[in-house]
């Protein structure tokens, strides 16, 4: 990808030399897939950061483009705490039932994307659709944890799973990495930038835990759901009329 703008030179297409840079925030739902599986659901959170954006050339009606953002993102997981039929988990001093079992685990990151993006519509202004894929890399800032399980405390009905190793071992490796992919579209103008409406999925290929015959977890990968709005504006753009 790094070579990418030097390869573009030497393609059939029409060359472009646009840089943009902004602001994204969104929303986050995440998960990690333990293995023995532990049952979940998803946990949201917020992302937001800075957006870089090199646009090398529109090659027929692919606009090629590197994009890359530096973001602060909230992970985790949340815990499906139920009965072998399916039901909540109380204590047995709720008659009531007001307060079931709940289990929370937020993990906070530096997130940096580097993604090939290819746009087809509009550059200057009106619409474009695009799609991109790359690498991500995660940085590891802190971790909280919200609960109401008090251990050893007897529980009118007992728990599904019986993994629960996860809930007091804190994170053990701090660096993530994986694979992220999305599509959107975007509005341009020349007056107000570009304004991105973007959905994306997550696939980490690293652990939160240790995965050695040792360890408890085989597997312990995160992933996750982002919704997010960007605004880009332009610093360095193609001296073109015919750039639509």
Not at 34 to 39: C, S
Not at 112 to 132: N, S, T
Request: hydrophobic share 35%.
């Amino acid at each position: 990808m790094l070579l990418l703008p030097m390869v573009a030179k030497a393609q059939v297409g029409e060359y472009r030399t646009d840089f943009a840079v902004g602001v994204n925030g969104g929303y986050t739902m995440s998960q990690v897939a333990f293995q023995p599986d532990v049952p979940e659901g998803w946990l949201g959170g917020l992302t937001g950061g800075v957006s870089f954006r090199y646009t090398c050339e529109k090659y027929f009606k692919s606009i090629c483009a590197i994009a890359a953002e530096v973001n602060y993102s909230q992970m985790g997981w949340k815990e499906d705490i139920q009965d072998k039929d399916n039901n909540p988990v109380y204590y047995v001093d709720d008659p009531e039932k007001q307060n079931p079992l709940k289990y929370e685990r937020r993990i906070n990151y530096i997130q940096i994307p580097v993604m090939a993006r290819m746009g087809w519509g509009r550059e200057r202004k009106g619409l474009q659709a695009f799609v991109q894929l790359g690498p991500q890399i995660g940085i590891y800032m802190s971790e909280s944890t919200s609960t109401n399980i008090i251990p050893g405390k007897v529980t009118q009905t007992q728990r599904s799973s019986v993994v629960t190793a996860q809930e007091s071992m804190p994170v053990e490796k701090k660096f993530d990495y994986g694979v992220v992919g999305g599509a959107g579209i975007e509005y341009s103008h020349p007056k107000i930038g570009h304004i991105l409406l973007e959905g994306r999925y997550y696939f980490g290929l690293g652990n939160i835990y240790g995965n050695t015959k040792q360890d408890y977890f085989g597997k312990s990968n995160q992933q996750a759901i982002v919704i997010k709005m960007s605004y880009l504006f332009d610093i360095v753009r193609t001296k073109n009329d015919k750039i639509k």
